[in-house]
């Protein structure tokens, strides 16, 4: 079994700004926002209710009437469907994920008054795989998934299966350390030097159980096997997330 954090959402360099924290129940949660989008989409940030969000963001340099790379989708039905291509997807292919592997999604994000932090915020659960190059099923098109509408590459790659997006910003689903900066991982215990690709240098793995993450990349992954503790861990993640919709 493998777990693969999956950097997704606004950041300094894609939308310009972290993804907010909204103010709710148990501190907030956590809004990702999907980054732009070119011709391969045909959802807005308004379509989404994303728009003031996505401006104040922003700065301004994205507004409600921009189109999004709307990815992961996470849908009513307790499913998520996500789409990866080029250089990320040949790395997930060259690690083996497959059916059975989960998806840990992972942004930047900032409460009001805060500094910006890494946090998970959604999961999903591999049950299919879909190359888009034997052909697009019409419910991905129907749900106007962007890897639907544009093929972006070759082995372009639609996984998808049961999968949710967090209603709490708690300090469990927190990557950052407490004083950041938002590279600073404290990191799960289980968590070995050696056991996360990308992250192969020595000094990343840093005393205190601490790991600094590499500044960009989307798809690491940890090829946990049968290992008991790696697994505990998700469930915990996993929980945390379901628990709101109970």
Known sequence: ???????????????????????????GFPLSLPIPAGADSHTSYADLGLGDHASRASRGRVGPDDL???????????????GQVGAAQTHLANQGVRRGDVF????LFRKEGETPHHRIFGYLKVDEM?????????????LGHPHALAMHGKNDTIYRGPGRVAQTACDALRLTVPEGPPSLWNRPRWLKPGGLSYH???DRWLPGGRLK?????????????RRKAPREWLARVIDLIDSAYL
């Open 68 to 82: 999004c790379h709307h990815d992961p989708m996470f849908l009513d039905n307790g499913t998520c469907v996500f």
């Open 213 to 225: 993450s590499v500044a960009r990349g989307q798809e690491f992954v940890a090829d946990i096997g």
């Open 1 to 27: 079994m493998r777990i693969v954090f999956s950097r997704k959402g606004f950041d300094s360099g894609s939308g310009g700004g972290p993804s907010p924290i909204v103010d709710g129940l148990n501190g």
């Open 200 to 202: 192969d240098r020595a």
């Open 130 to 142: 879909v190359a888009l190059a034997d052909g697009v099923p019409d419910d991905l098109v129907t």
């Open 104 to 107: 840990v999604f992972f942004g």
